[in-house]
């Protein structure tokens, strides 16, 4: 109780020594800013009108696809079920399933309407996908499970669902989605890029706002190079600019959420940084490596792989995981090509 005292003390000086001018910044500039949105989706979605509001509250594409397709295969989505979240790869993967409606808004003031949910001290007429929200009263303390008794983030997310939304819980594998495809467009990539079905990699080295988490350039330089050697074609899954460019030697492409995974399928094989992409093509019937960063870090007691393995997640068996350390060292570059060829 000493400890608790202490920290109330603590946070009650800092608050003291605040500028008056912040308190009315905060509400003008934060939560007056959620309240609009807020507003405006129920306006979109008026819930005397049947409506059913899901929400995500940050772009999380991997998050996004875990449970959109996890409440898919309850069968709770309908044409009366909306989805509310932040544009961008969030909202595109949203669109790739079956809800009624979709109201898209900016992502500071998606993550300022659960900011005003905590001022205005109810539970808002939306349905919150992700359990973690620091905004989300009680359940913000769930980010620091991670890992007690082995819970993974897939057996967490539906906790949350649980706890959050009323989704009961149910152990055991879902069926992950297919959304729809044509295989001339697999094809059309195939035949711009000059790549070989069976014999073609693709690298994802970027995670979380185009961060490579400190593995060095030099590694994936380092993998193409002796794929190459092998015979392969390599790409680079980017979306071009300044903040992903492509690895040296590779070429740059950029497959659409919604044919990734028969993509890789057609390819053959996957290598990527841990992020939601690794979610949505854990289901392709392709030889897969997903890379963790040592910088990682969950808010428990586990590893970010003992938490976000797909494995352990139940998304898929045969898949490599492994640790590459800020040195990316060309060691580690063979070993990944060797357990590649040898755990398949």
């Not at 693709?202 to 050697?229: I, N, Q, T």
């Not at 352990?312 to 580690?332: F, H, N, P, W």
Request: net charge positive; aromatic share 12%; charged share 25%.
């Amino acid at each position: 109780m000493s400890g608790c005292k202490d920290w109330l003390r603590a946070v009650k000086g800092r608050l003291k020594r605040l500028p008056l001018i912040v308190i009315p910044a905060v509400f003008v500039l934060r939560i007056l800013r959620g309240w609009r949105a807020y507003r405006h989706i129920l306006r979109a979605c008026p819930p005397e009108e049947g409506w059913r509001v899901w929400f995500m509250d940050y772009d999380g594409s991997g998050d996004t696809y875990l449970t959109c397709g996890y409440l898919q295969s309850r069968g709770l989505l309908g044409p009366k079920d909306a989805f509310a979240g932040s544009e961008g790869p969030s909202m595109k993967i949203a669109k790739l399933f079956g809800f009624g409606r979709y109201i898209a808004v900016r992502p500071k003031a998606a993550l300022d309407v659960r900011l005003m949910e905590r001022f205005y001290g109810r539970r808002l007429e939306l349905l919150p996908l992700l359990y973690e929200s620091d905004h989300l009263e009680h359940s913000g303390v769930m980010r620091h499970m991670a890992g007690v008794h082995g819970i993974d983030f897939m057996t967490m997310l539906k906790i949350g669902l649980e706890a959050n939304c009323g989704v009961p819980y149910r152990e055991g594998l879902w069926t992950q989605p297919s959304f729809p495809y044509d295989e001339g467009e697999i094809e059309a990539i195939f035949e711009e890029h000059k790549l070989i079905p069976g014999r073609t990699v693709l690298l994802a080295p970027y995670a979380g706002k185009s961060e490579m988490w400190g593995v060095p350039v030099a590694f994936y330089a380092r993998l193409a190079d002796e794929l190459h050697a092998a015979g392969f074609c390599v790409c680079t899954n980017t979306s071009g600019g300044e903040k992903e460019p492509p690895v040296p030697g590779t070429r740059p492409l950029l497959v659409p959420y919604r044919l990734v995974r028969p993509f890789c399928e057609r390819a053959g094989i996957f290598i990527g940084l841990r992020s939601g992409l690794c979610d949505i093509i854990s289901g392709a019937r392709c030889r897969k490596v997903v890379l963790y960063s040592d910088k990682f870090k969950t808010g428990g007691p586990c590893t970010w792989l003992d938490f976000f393995s797909l494995e352990k997640m139940g998304l898929c068996r045969a898949v490599t995981e492994s640790y590459i350390d800020g040195r990316g060292s060309d060691q580690a570059a063979s070993e990944i090509i060797q357990r590649l060829f040898t755990d398949q």
